[in-house]
């Protein structure tokens, strides 16, 4: 059977620690902190923004999260600094498994989408940077229902663009929330288990499937 895959982006696909060469001629010794902060503030607005019906350019939930890693550890950057993390963050590295793995999904037959809480114009230049473009059928922004994931509608948006059915399609990514979003939505879903200290949220909510990269992904596929 042929699906249509929705994969996430930020975390999945592309290496959000690529920042972290950059910040630690920043600041050291501080880099692995910064960084964590960064991305766990990046996911909380968006979560706060989704429930508050705020919705907002995910860069800015980004920008946000990089001032309040500034403030907590308390780290002195400039706008200057502030401003080329930011860039930096329009031209982050894919993991290692990305191009290849993608291409032979693409080749099986499946549909593929880029599925992320980033602005569609944001997302395709990531993606054309990083040289994946090419290995999608599309790219699908929650920004077309101004809400983030794991909001359902977000899901539910995927499946209409796209024209497919929970049953026929599977969110793949490495963010636990986005896995227990789209199962509990209805979809299926692949938890890509990056690293080894990953932790899936204890929420009793099963994945589909539980893959250690995306060359596993055709195996389940096929199962």
Same mark, same amino acid.
């Given at each position: 059977?042929?699906?249509?895959?929705?994969?996430?982006?930020?975390?999945?696909?592309?290496?959000?620690?690529?920042?972290?060469?950059?910040?630690?001629?920043?600041?050291?010794?501080?880099?692995?902190?910064?960084?964590?902060?960064?991305?766990?503030?990046?996911?909380? =607005?968006? $979560?706060?923004? +989704?429930?508050?019906? @705020?919705?907002?350019?995910?860069?800015?939930?980004?920008?946000? &999260?990089?001032? *309040?890693?500034?403030?907590?550890?308390?780290?002195?950057?400039?706008?200057?600094?502030?401003?080329?993390?930011?860039?930096?963050?329009?031209?982050?590295?894919?993991?290692?498994?990305?191009?290849?793995?993608?291409?032979?999904?693409?080749?099986?037959?499946?549909?593929? =989408?880029? $599925?992320?809480? +980033?602005?569609?114009? @944001?997302?395709?230049?990531?993606?054309?940077?990083?040289?994946? &473009?090419?290995? *999608?059928?599309?790219?699908?922004?929650?920004?077309?229902?101004?809400?983030?994931?794991?909001?359902?509608?977000?899901?539910?948006?995927?499946?209409?663009?796209?024209?497919?059915?929970?049953?026929?399609?599977?969110?793949?990514?490495?963010?636990?929330?986005?896995?227990?979003?789209?199962?509990?939505? +209805?979809?299926?879903? @692949?938890?890509?288990?990056?690293?080894?200290?990953?932790?899936?949220?204890?929420?009793?909510?099963?994945?589909?499937?539980?893959?250690?990269?995306?060359?596993?992904?055709?195996?389940?596929?096929?199962?």
């Amino acid at each position: 059977m042929k699906y249509t895959l929705a994969f996430d982006v930020y975390g999945t696909l592309i290496n959000t620690s690529g920042v972290f060469n950059s910040l630690q001629d920043l600041i050291g010794d501080q880099a692995q902190p910064f960084m964590d902060t960064w991305r766990n503030k990046q996911l909380e =607005y968006s $979560f706060r923004r +989704g429930l508050m019906n @705020a919705h907002v350019d995910f860069s800015i939930c980004t920008k946000d &999260a990089l001032e *309040f890693a500034c403030q907590v550890l308390n780290i002195n950057l400039s706008a200057l600094q502030k401003n080329q993390l930011m860039e930096e963050y329009k031209v982050l590295p894919t993991f290692s498994d990305v191009d290849k793995d993608l291409e032979d999904l693409k080749a099986s037959g499946h549909k593929l =989408y880029a $599925f992320s809480n +980033g602005s569609k114009t @944001a997302v395709s230049n990531l993606l054309e940077k990083a040289n994946i &473009a090419n290995k *999608f059928h599309g790219i699908i922004s929650t920004e077309g229902v101004s809400s983030f994931k794991p909001n359902p509608k977000v899901y539910e948006y995927f499946n209409d663009v796209t024209k497919s059915s929970k049953s026929n399609s599977w969110l793949i990514s490495s963010n636990s929330f986005d896995v227990i979003g789209a199962i509990s939505y +209805g979809m299926q879903s @692949a938890w890509l288990q990056r690293t080894q200290e990953s932790i899936l949220d204890p929420w009793g909510i099963v994945p589909t499937a539980v893959i250690k990269s995306l060359k596993d992904l055709s195996a389940v596929l096929k199962s």
